[in-house]
């Protein structure tokens, strides 16, 4: 592949904009699946006695009967709300990349059809050809 010069710092940004949303992506996408699977484990027949043996903690009953939600007892979840998305994205927190599992996919999905545009229009990688026209073809397609 000859590129016709050095990077410019356009090419530059994107690549370190494009790589690590790339790889927040597909982070997400384990996730996801980690998620799944563990799921699809819990609701086998297998671990049906392993489920029943669970006890709710007393504090948290409390907390389920005073109408409110269970609390994350994790010290990433309380500060979560206070970071920037940025923050997050870039710190690989597990609930922001599967709350935006598929914005980064998108972003991810533009950005690898970007980078197959300039490989086929600044590059050689392909190669060249000779155009054909073919007007009597164009007006019966």
Known sequence: ?????????????????????????????????????????????????ELGNDTVK????AVLLEGGGLQSASPRSHGSFIASPVVRLFTMEESFLLENRLTLRAISEFGIILFYFYLCDRTNFFGDSKKVL???LFFLC
């Open 1 to 49: 592949m000859v590129i016709s010069g050095p990077l410019t710092p356009a090419q530059v940004s994107f690549l370190l904009g494009i790589i690590p949303v790339c790889v927040a992506w597909l982070y997400s996408e384990f996730l996801e699946y980690k998620k799944t699977a563990a799921s699809l484990k819990t609701d086998s027949d297998i671990n049906l006695v």
């Open 58 to 61: 007393e504090d948290d009953r």
């Open 134 to 136: 073919a007007s009597l």
